[in-house]
């Protein structure tokens, strides 16, 4: 009776082994002072003015007659007009219905999978890759195929052409600007995936939780920006990563009307699901993302965004003065860098943390192609990235 | 590509055609004011004292000395344990272990069947049923079998005795006190269930969300007052109908540590999917259920349901002067009863909507055995139920 996929969960010790190695070296090195730039977690704090929308909202709710019950399992009208007007400052037209608010991009992404027929589809997965899209997938029972990523490609990989005469529908995940890499597609190379996808009548799902980290006026910041996406694409966001919503839990996706597939709206079938397996997100932090994606709101939280990545220069400064090939920094708060001398992962972690007392974490983690490599993050604080960057000068 | 079991899920209709001939009605009497009893949403605010520890906990958030990232995906251990010591307060040894804190009772009910294999496991479902047990099992493409529930069982089934040689595992859904006939197990009737289960290897999703309506002794307030539960039941519980938190979010389950099918541990595999398919519910709600679980947060909410209860009992009284068959009320927000005079539950609904003006749910609407019945709700103003009931005495 137990659903068997569960047993071919890749066990992931990756941070368990990082925290375990690093605890370690403490106990044998009391004096010194270990630095920490492996987790991929912000670190800055809500802007008020977010904040405090959701704890006016609460106070709503402590009165009878301000008081509310169950609210719409996609969104309260209010919350996915705001993502629709955040869209239009892009120039990008988005229909408030087309929208969904739920409790996170990973819930989103990985709930999104059970509208695809587990026999008749096939999932595309970078190497290496955020764990989630993969995880999700094998507990499903889906097909993977993975999408190699390597120098060569800069990270950025182009549609498999053997998957064009697939007898399974595709769906593809994209992460763009990605996580681990930090690498980001460019509008043309986007524009690849898209015909790709409208060809082969593919889906991308399209992992959109950094967007707002571009700097590179190539890259689009959404991939609505690309001719042709509304009829293969889904498109998934955060406030995690942006207005520090972590811990506050809040994300959104894009469904196009005109995505369809099988004859069938893609936007209706995940609206049912919604409506049948959730009971919505909650009416005081939608509070919070309306104001959070309001012009006031983003000046605030992009004042964190320019935070980390002051810190993101500290860290590239070095790299590009050693000639170190890296990908990310310019539109991510991750650095993703070769290690020197031709170290593997493991290897480069333990001389890092044993000859500079800091702590990355190991590129092999996220995937097979990923060894050789290693991640370092921006979210710890400016005066422990500076101390960092100071000791990596001995690199 | 798509998953074809979307489009086996019914079109309900329920609620849309009790609004649509209450439109109609409205349009056609304008004069008439139409009193409304039939939806399962409570309507009395959040106590101060939980709304206030919401509101400390997003203050913490502005501030980077208090700010938090992602938090524990099954819940932080203070909101765990607060969940463990309201247990102990029934006399209930549960470890904090065991609790899994979410977004809600209908999503880790609609998730939980993620654990179960498609084509070894069949679903058992009462008839009627609130919809999300079957809906959540049509997704995933499981065998479903149906419990009558009729007033000649007093809509609380027995085990089934085909099911005990049945090749498939099987997994039941009770929910009790029931949504939507307010009929609550004895302990005697749920010992026979957990037997059921313990013989047959069965596993029982226990919805108790309305545990806190209880009043008659002989109903247990939880699955783990039945000797031998913790070998095959998972509880499911929720803070919707007892703090007011259907728009606020967050439910708890319990999986204890001896529940394990072909040899895997149930608690262990439901980690594993909440670790990589969801990020831990919202920091400041967890807060909030820490206090509405102390006893001065029960105090308060408990004030709501002596409010709904008041309600209750306006109309029981007047079906009990009436000699109506009924179940719920007594331990339910829920009234359940039979439609007079052999009417059918929409005959019922149009008769009572022209005659009386007053809104309730047909019962047919929840499944084939529930024609000829008819839900009420106490979460109605006690003035609105009060003049409804009033007018009910004529019926």
Not at 108 to 125: G, P, Q, Y
Not at 139 to 165: A, D, R
Not at 175 to 197: H, I, M, Y
Request: glycine share 8%; charged share 25%; aromatic share 12%.
């Amino acid at each position: 009776m137990i659903n068997k996929n569960y047993s071919k969960l890749e066990k992931n010790y990756l941070f368990t082994e990082v925290a375990r190695r690093c605890d370690e070296f403490v106990a044998a090195n009391p004096g010194k002072r270990v630095i920490k730039l492996g987790v991929g977690d912000v670190t800055r704090p809500l802007a008020p003015v977010t904040a405090d929308a959701i704890i006016r909202a609460m106070e709503e709710l402590k009165h009878a007659e301000t008081f509310r019950g169950y609210g719409p399992e996609v969104g309260y009208a209010f919350s996915r007009e705001a993502v629709a007007r955040y869209y239009a400052t892009r120039g990008i037209t988005v229909d408030a219905d087309e929208v969904t608010v739920g409790d996170g991009i990973g819930e989103d992404i990985a709930n999104i999978v059970d509208l695809f027929d587990i026999h008749e589809t096939k999932m595309l997965v970078q190497n290496p890759v955020y764990p989630l899209y993969k995880a999700t997938s094998i507990i499903s029972g889906f097909e993977i195929e993975y999408l190699k990523c390597s120098k060569e490609n800069n990270f950025t990989p182009t549609p498999p052409e053997n998957t064009e005469n697939s007898n399974k529908g595709v769906v593809v995940f994209l992460c763009s600007p990605n996580n681990p890499t930090g690498a980001a597609f460019t509008r043309d190379q986007l524009q690849k995936w898209v015909e790709f996808a409208n060809r082969t009548n593919a889906i991308i799902l399209y992992d959109n939780a950094y967007e707002r980290y571009i700097t590179d006026n190539r890259c689009p910041h959404s991939i609505y920006e690309i001719e042709g996406a509304r009829s293969c694409a889904i498109e998934f966001n955060s406030l995690s990563k942006t207005a520090g919503f972590t811990c506050v839990r809040m994300g959104y996706n894009v469904i196009p009307k005109e995505l369809e597939r099988d004859g069938i709206q893609l936007l209706t079938i995940w609206k049912q699901r919604q409506t049948t397996k959730y009971n919505g997100a909650p009416y005081m932090t939608q509070r919070g993302l309306e104001i959070a994606l309001s012009e006031e709101g983003l000046r605030e939280s992009d004042k964190n965004i320019e935070y980390y990545r002051r810190n993101v220069k500290l860290i590239t400064d070095i790299l590009d003065s050693k000639g170190i090939y890296y990908t990310g920094g310019v539109n991510s708060p991750y650095i993703w860098f070769e290690c020197p001398n031709g170290m593997k992962s493991w290897e480069f972690f333990d001389y890092l943390l044993n000859k500079f007392n800091v702590v990355g974490t190991p590129g092999v983690g996220f995937g097979t192609e990923g060894e050789g490599y290693f991640r370092l993050t921006s979210f710890g604080s400016y005066e422990d990235t500076a101390e960092a960057a100071e000791r990596l000068k001995k690199l």
